[in-house]
């Protein structure tokens, strides 16, 4: 018995490695990212210890007291091995080693009195004041700006800048330049007026897409079905080319249509239309346009699943309804739809589905504008976390975007189950055709 | 209403199936389709119902042609070999339908399932969908449901092939009933003769796309055109024999045919053969007996004659209901 559960199990296994990749991980890591602060600043792995002016302008806001804000810019001047080789290189080698042997490892809280020391030097004395204040300048040793591996090493410096202690915790947080744990994703999708926007795209998106899909794949299975057999093969082979065509190459079509240059504009042209970019002059014409784009792709599919089961009904019942007396229209509607309820309800979930994750098209057409016209959900989760303009990627708060899709894919998965197990839906007639 | 073919032709891309077939039904008569599978019985069917358009000939209802009218506006009720109820409706919605598709109010359309749902004894089952009915049950439905619009004729294809033995002698006098009861023509098609002969005013038996006799049951019986009507009707069926076998010859008659109550004890005792098998049937016991020559009559007895397989017989055969047939099969 219990070989018999090893081979289903090795049998078995690709599928759950491929599950566990494909679609587990991601979905752990989405949750995982979400709630972190990743971006391009951070990095995806620990990150280094630096207080900067940008730093120290959000611990300003955060309300740290100012003294401790000027200790920790002011900082103090040492000799040391490094900055005695910097001056080695702007001066000569021979004033560095006269500055070591009078001031070796000293330290001066003032610039004053590190200038005063260069001045002083006996042999490579420097005249100018510009010199000396550019040489001061290199030894000087601020906590700002530089950077610190561990956080051991950035507590020991910030304690020699003389920072009271109770602060410590504070500017060490500050200073990490690494991603953290934190809920600011979530509460700023809450917060961000941009984001109900994007729900509210996405919302329009996908309620127009999938009216113009299940309606138009239904128009096209149902008229097909009346057409003669080789004609109705013929109509819907051409419905679904679109759907073997590359994306790129469709969507190129349809910019090639749509631009100022293009099919659209030379045809208004000659009707005294000044030419324009019919796709992105207004939003009116660019959701026309995703909607067409999506809606042409999408009805293919229903098209196919419609007719096979328009051709699933028992011809004998055609006829009947045609010796009932039925017409072309009562057969469709009391004969052919409400059989087809089934089918309806399938690919009205499945492209709810798919819908609402899939952007390719949109991003390929109109990449969201004109604006943010027709940013959608899964494309503004794209452009955050992976391509924006701003050249700071925000891993994380992509990643809370994408959480939310996730959640409503799985709820909606979870209600579609309850809904395709519906008993009446489920067992088939006893009499059949 | 009085239904006329005329010289009917219906061809499926080369193959022609029905060839120059006239057929007349008379106001208020019920005959049969009977026929071989696949020899059109159902293309007929559908030709005069409207699902098949017709290729050549005319198709009169009351006089008036129609085969350029479509199904919908012929106003016939056709019960399909499946049944063909919508499953995704209730019996009184599938009684209904009909009527709903002509706009008819909704308490007169209730008025008429309830009237045709007592008609055929289905008013408890009103709220079912097909599903939920047994066999017999979908099929009077499907019966109500083509009687409801009050048609001009009541087309029946293989109504009963479905159902087991027992409701389909039940529906066979139901269908019948209702029939009569209703005054409609009917067209019943059908390959079982003994359905055929039971149930209808004529048969028309059909064999490769042609009426081969138009008559009334016993006439056909009793008188067949030629041996395959004589072979079709009967069960057990006919046994035809040679001169020779017979030990008689006459001008013109190549074969003989014997019905097996034809043959037996009671006929005199001019043939002698043995019985090679015996068949009991209850009430009546099935003979084969090989006569000398070979050739095989059929004999259907009284049971309890006790006679058993290898037994030898003297036995004759009824003169009057000899059958004669020429070498072309014909009767003469
Ligand atoms: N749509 C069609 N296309 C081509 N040939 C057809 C078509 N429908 C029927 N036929 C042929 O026409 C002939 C008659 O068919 P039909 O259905 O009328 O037979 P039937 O007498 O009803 O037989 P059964 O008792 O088996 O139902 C058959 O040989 C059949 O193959
Ligand atoms: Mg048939």
Request: overall charge neutral; some cysteine.
């Amino acid at each position: 018995m219990r070989n018999v559960n090893w081979l289903g199990l090795a049998f078995l296994s690709p599928a759950l490695v491929m599950v566990t990749l494909f679609f587990l991980l991601p979905v752990v890591l989405t949750g995982f990212f979400a709630f972190t602060n990743m971006s391009t600043a951070t990095g995806v792995t620990g990150g280094e210890y630096l207080l900067n002016s940008a730093s120290l302008r959000r611990l300003q806001n955060e309300g740290l007291p100012q003294e401790v804000l000027a200790k920790l810019e002011a900082g103090g001047y040492r000799v040391d091995a490094a900055g005695l080789a910097a001056l080695a290189e702007a001066t000569t080698p021979a004033t560095a080693q006269e500055l070591e042997q009078l001031h070796g490892a000293a330290e001066f809280s003032d610039r004053r009195d590190m200038e005063r020391a260069l001045k002083d030097l006996l042999d490579n004395r420097i005249r100018r004041t510009r010199d000396r204040k550019e040489a001061a300048e290199l030894f000087k040793r601020s906590i700002l700006n530089e950077r610190f591996a561990t956080e051991a090493a950035f507590r020991a410096a910030l304690s020699e800048t003389g920072t009271r202690t109770a602060y410590a915790e504070q500017i060490t947080t500050a200073a990490y330049t690494g991603w953290v744990w934190t809920t600011k994703n979530v509460e700023l999708l809450f917060a961000l007026p941009s984001t109900l926007r994007y729900a509210a795209n996405t919302t329009l998106y996908v309620t127009l897409t999938l009216a113009f899909n299940v309606g138009f794949g239904l128009f096209l299975a149902i008229t097909t079905f009346y057409l003669p057999k080789g004609q109705g093969a013929a109509f819907r082979a051409i419905w679904f080319l679109p759907r073997i065509l590359p994306p790129v190459l469709y969507v190129l079509m349809w910019r090639w249509f749509t631009w100022d240059t293009g099919f659209l504009a030379t045809v208004t042209g000659y009707f005294g239309i000044s030419p324009k970019n019919w796709m992105l002059d207004t939003s009116y014409h660019a959701w026309t346009v995703v909607v067409l784009i999506n809606g042409f792709v999408g009805a293919s599919m229903g098209m196919i699943i419609f007719s096979s089961a328009i051709r699933a009904i028992p011809t004998s019942m055609l006829h009947a309804s045609e010796v009932d007396g039925a017409s072309r229209w009562q057969q469709v509607r009391w004969i052919i739809l409400p059989q087809l309820a089934w089918p309806i309800l399938f690919i009205t979930c499945y492209q709810t589905l798919s819908l609402l994750t899939s952007f390719e098209y949109i991003l390929l057409a109109t990449d969201g504008g004109p604006g943010r016209a027709t940013e959608v959900w899964s494309l503004a989760a794209y452009h955050t976390a992976l391509n924006n303009y701003g050249g700071n990627l925000e891993y994380g708060l992509g990643a809370a975007f994408a959480l939310v899709l996730v959640v409503i894919g799985i709820a909606a998965s979870l209600i579609y189950f309850r809904l395709f197990n519906f008993k009446r839906l489920i067992t088939k007639p006893l009499i059949e055709g | 209403m009085q239904l006329d073919l005329i010289n009917f032709t219906k061809r499926f891309g080369d193959t022609t199936v029905i060839e120059d077939m006239s057929l007349s039904v008379s106001s208020g008569e019920m005959i049969a389709l009977l026929g071989p599978s696949g020899c059109g019985k159902s293309t007929t069917l559908f030709a005069i119902c409207g699902i098949h358009r017709i290729d050549q000939g005319q198709l009169m209802f009351g006089g008036k042609d129609v085969a350029h009218l479509p199904s919908q506006s012929r106003n016939v009720g056709v019960v399909f070999q499946n049944y063909a109820l919508y499953p995704h409706m209730t019996v009184a919605e599938n009684i209904a339908f009909p009527l709903k598709v002509q706009k008819m109010n909704r308490t007169d359309r209730e008025a008429m399932v309830r009237r045709y749902a007592e008609l055929v004894h289905i008013e408890a089952l009103l709220e079912r969908r097909p599903a939920q009915l047994s066999g017999g049950q979908q099929q009077r439905v499907a019966l109500a449901r083509a009687l409801v619009r009050q048609p001009d004729f009541l087309l029946l294809d293989e109504p009963l092939a479905n159902l087991d033995a027992k409701l389909r002698l039940e529906m066979r006098s139901e269908i019948r009933r209702l029939q009569q009861e209703t005054g409609l023509t009917a067209i019943l098609v059908t390959h079982d003769q003994v359905e055929a002969m039971s149930m209808c005013d004529r048969i028309a038996l059909m064999n490769g796309g042609r009426i081969v006799q138009y008559d009334t049951p016993t006439s056909m019986y009793e008188r067949p055109e030629n041996d395959f009507v004589a072979s079709f009707l009967g069960n057990p069926p006919i046994s035809f024999v040679s001169g020779a076998g017979l030990g008689q010859s006459e001008a013109r008659v190549a074969r003989y045919g014997i019905r097996p109550e034809g043959f037996g004890p009671q006929f005199g005792s001019a043939l002698s053969g043995r019985v090679t098998f015996v068949e009991t049937q209850g009430r009546e016991d099935l003979f084969d007996v090989s006569l000398t020559n070979g050739e095989v009559l059929r004999s259907i007895q009284p049971a309890g004659s006790g006679i058993r397989p290898g037994a030898t017989v003297q036995w004759g055969v009824a003169q009057d209901k000899l059958l004669r047939f020429d070498q072309d099969g014909r009767r003469l």
